[in-house]
């Protein structure tokens, strides 16, 4: 088979008797079973496949988490002012809507930042934080951005401002001790050497955030939040990954969040959902402000309980996803 770049592709060759034997052992089929040994998984996650999953904390020993979370809790415990820093894309849109929502919810004073794409570029810009950062702020939380922000780390510290970091990409440079950061970059054997998303990360720190304050809060939107993330990052469907897919799934009538119901409304989406949904329909809509004018009107979708605000950003949000198609058939035209 040749691709559209001109390589050549070829499947990969298998041991048929192995496949037959995991077919037969865990009654699957044939080519699941190829599918199965050809991807490495372990007998767990075999068994895995018809498992109902519960949510669990699989970080609840992690050094990187436990501080993250006395840090937390010792911001919440004195009502002090939080800004949430997140990238544009629907990872970090997700991320920083789970932690204004939770912050919401618990009545502790927050604010957020979403960099302009075309203003600010990727990820903390210096400028963007100066201009806009309140006086009595107490820390600043990156999501989905940071880890390579020294120098703007260094500034926030200056200025007695703590920072945590709550990101998945690569880290460039030598981490100090004291450096508050959430990354299965930084020791991927303490992460189950997965790549998680920053949606994914959030979800579980402010969960067992939340395990020791016991707040009153639906965790169920929160952890779509994180599905979202997931899904529209391309995280591989493994370990804690799957497991925080098919408990959103169906989980997905416990989701409250007005934002994201109005939506599936307007998406004539009332049934159960579909990865499908998400990855084509979903996300997409999502993305949209973030690639052709604002990401927070994304971060506002999902954050605001103003239901006539929501309807207001949903139809701006669809035009843009519109204008977004004509551009991407334009450019594929163009290729062609």
């Not at 990187?64 to 937390?72: G, H, S, T, V, W």
């Not at 911001?75 to 544009?88: C, T």
């Not at 799957?242 to 998406?267: C, D």
Request: a positive charge; one cysteine or more; charged letters at 25%.
């Amino acid at each position: 088979m040749i691709s559209v770049s001109g390589n050549k592709w070829s499947e990969k060759k298998s041991n048929n008797r192995i496949i037959e034997k995991i077919s037969v052992d865990n009654n699957l089929s044939y080519d699941l079973s190829k599918l199965i040994l050809n991807r490495n998984y372990s007998l767990d996650e075999i068994n895995e496949l018809e498992n109902e999953f519960q949510l669990n904390n699989p970080f609840f020993n992690n050094k990187d988490f436990l501080k993250a979370r006395n840090l937390l809790i010792k911001i919440i415990k004195k009502k002090e002012l939080v800004l949430v820093y997140g990238d544009y894309d629907v990872d970090g849109v997700s991320s920083t809507a789970i932690l204004v929502n939770f912050f919401n919810y618990i009545k502790n004073p927050n604010y957020y930042l979403i960099p302009n794409r075309f203003n600010d570029g990727y990820g903390p810009n210096l400028d963007l934080i100066k201009k806009n950062l309140k006086k009595k702020t107490k820390i600043v939380i990156f999501v989905d951005c940071g880890s390579n922000s020294i120098e703007i780390v260094k500034f926030l510290r200056k200025n007695n401002i703590e920072v945590l970091i709550i990101d998945h990409h690569h880290i460039n440079h030598k981490l100090a001790p004291n450096f508050n950061i959430i990354n299965p970059m930084k020791n991927p054997k303490d992460y189950m050497g997965q790549n998680i998303c920053a949606a994914a990360l959030t979800f579980y720190l402010v969960k067992f955030v939340n395990d020791k304050l016991k707040k009153k809060i639906n965790i169920y939107d929160f952890l779509f939040f994180a599905l979202l993330g997931t899904i529209c990052d391309l995280m591989p469907l493994r370990h804690s990954n799957k497991h925080i897919s098919k408990i959103a799934l169906n989980k997905f009538n416990k989701v409250e969040n007005p934002g994201i119901k109005q939506l599936l409304n307007f998406l004539s989406l009332k049934r159960s959902i579909s990865f499908a949904d998400i990855s084509y329909t979903i996300g997409p809509m999502i993305n949209s402000p973030g690639r052709l004018k604002d990401a927070k009107l994304s971060v506002e979708l999902l954050c605001t309980m103003n239901l006539n605000k929501i309807k207001k950003i949903v139809e701006e949000i669809q035009i843009l996803n519109i204008k977004r198609k004509k551009i991407e058939d334009f450019c594929i035209n163009l290729i062609d």
